[in-house]
């Protein structure tokens, strides 16, 4: 296996931002190169141990959906290799893990469309019955599918804070009615062509988050990730059915196996408050994070 990168340290290109996950570097005024780390975030904290192959995995997995997205939403790839613009001595950061896209005028909400209830979801579903502001019927159940996805925005945060649900009111105001309308519609749409795809493989996507810019024509344009365990909730449909049953959190393809790790370890007796530094990984906890995205996209693009 290839050596983990936690973060890459380009010389050759201007670093413009690290996020969670991506490393993003200015290649002249019109475009970013991204580099996706074995970084992971949980809770909005960075953990210390990297996941050998993530990066590599989540831009196989990126690269996958936009291909197979593009009739619905022009994306951000420019086609051309991120290898070109670095330095020789770079390459080993940058190949299999990195794209080279167009820079956009980013749009500051996450798009977020949920197709089943889980997570905050659920929880706000508990107090209100409804999610975002988008009422629901009475009677439903953790995990539970919804009766047609929903669009449940989010105001994007900086590193290190949490994104906080808006409603759709706010998106409008935001960005205006026409825009607010377009990313409501188009967001359904690769979602539930995304989810209907996912389906044929054994994987259900539960929910999942899309960001999106604006090009120089005012176009509007999917960029980031699309449709990773890093932005989405993934599950397998075998153990599914048994899990809502007993209205438990069904077995994931996403972070959740840290994340349920990190809920039940005790630092001195007492639980992580979820604040940096995190706990160390075990080098089991590691390798099985690191099995189930190498399972995901298996799945995902298997004949």
């Known amino acids: ?36 780390s074995d970084r992971l ?14 990066g590599a995995l989540l831009t196989q997995m990126a690269l996958f959906w936009f291909g197979r997205l593009g ?10 290799a991120p290898e070109s613009v670095v330095s020789a001595a770079e390459l080993p950061q940058v190949t299999g893990r990195s794209m080279l896209v167009k820079r956009l005028k980013p749009i500051p909400v996450e798009a977020v469309v949920r197709g089943y209830l889980a997570g905050s979801g659920w929880k706000e ?35 290190g804070e949490h994104d906080e649900n808006i409603s759709y009111e706010q998106v409008v105001k935001v960005v205006g009615p026409e825009l ?18 996912a389906l044929t493989k054994g994987i259900i996507i539960a929910d999942t988050k899309f960001e999106f810019g ?25 153990g599914y059915e048994q899990a809502y049953a007993e209205g438990a959190n069904p077995p994931s393809y996403d972070k959740q196996f840290v994340r349920d790790w990190l809920e039940a370890v005790r630092i001195n007796g007492k639980p992580w408050d979820k604040t940096p530094p995190s706990p160390p990984l075990p080098p089991d906890v590691v390798e099985k994070t690191a099995a189930k995205y190498r399972e995901a996209l298996e799945r995902l693009t298997a004949a």
């Open 41 to 54: 975030s949980a809770f909005d904290v960075i953990l210390g141990e990297p996941i050998p192959g993530k």
């Open 71 to 80: 009739h619905i939403c022009p994306n951000h790839l420019t086609g051309e």
């Open 180 to 197: 607010a309308a377009q990313i409501k519609k188009i967001s359904i749409e690769i979602y539930t062509t995304a989810a209907a795809f």
């Open 125 to 159: 579903y508990q107090e209100s019955r409804s999610v975002c502001g988008v009422p629901l019927p009475a009677g439903l159940k953790n995990a539970g599918k919804l009766p047609e996805p929903i669009f449940t925005p989010a105001a994007k945060a900086e590193v």
């Open 1 to 36: 296996m290839t050596q983990a990168l936690h973060t890459s340290a380009l010389t050759s290109l201007p670093l413009l931002a690290r996020g969670k996950v991506r490393d993003n570097y200015a290649v002249g005024t019109d475009r970013l190169l991204m580099v996706a």
């Open 214 to 238: 604006l090009d120089e024509n005012g176009t509007l344009t999917l960029m980031d990730e699309v449709l990773t365990p890093d932005s989405s909730r993934y599950w397998p449909i075998e």
